[in-house]
Nanobody, 117 residues
Framework: QVQLVESGGGLVQTGGSLRLSCAASGRTFSNYYMGWFRQAPGLERESVAGITTDGSTTSYTDSVKGRFTIVRDNTKNTVILQMNSLKPEDTAVYYC??????????WGQGTQVTVSS
């Protein structure tokens, strides 16, 4: 069992930055592919970024490439989403998730990100 707790959301102006953190419990964090998702009101949840178990490979949805960076620290059971050059369309609830054997298995409770224009 893995518990994920996100933090770092808030209100920021267009062009600003936020750093989301996801703290994971359990000893097997390094076994999980980790990702960040987001869901805006009235829209489906979408994948934002993902990172392999050893942190060597990352992936991003096109709309955030060049602006967001995902990193992980397996010694601290933490995954970070650094968000720069934020836009109003980035406004959403952001979720941390852990996948094993190709299935998103564990989810955090979410943290609100609001970008004002």
């Amino acid at each position: 069992q893995v518990q994920l707790v996100e933090s770092g959301g808030g209100l920021v102006q267009t062009g600003g930055s936020l750093r989301l953190s996801c703290a994971a419990s359990g000893r097997t964090f390094s076994n999980y592919y980790m990702g960040w998702f987001r869901q805006a009101p009235g829209l489906e949840r979408e994948s934002v970024a993902g990172i392999t178990t050893d942190g060597s490979t990352t992936s991003y949805t096109d709309s955030v490439k060049g602006r967001f960076t995902i990193v992980r620290d397996n010694t601290k059971n933490t995954v970070i989403l650094q968000m720069n050059s934020l836009k109003p369309e980035d406004t959403a609830v952001y979720y941390c998730a852990a996948a094993i054997r190709g299935k998103w298995t564990y989810w955090g409770q979410g943290t609100q990100v609001t970008v004002s224009s």
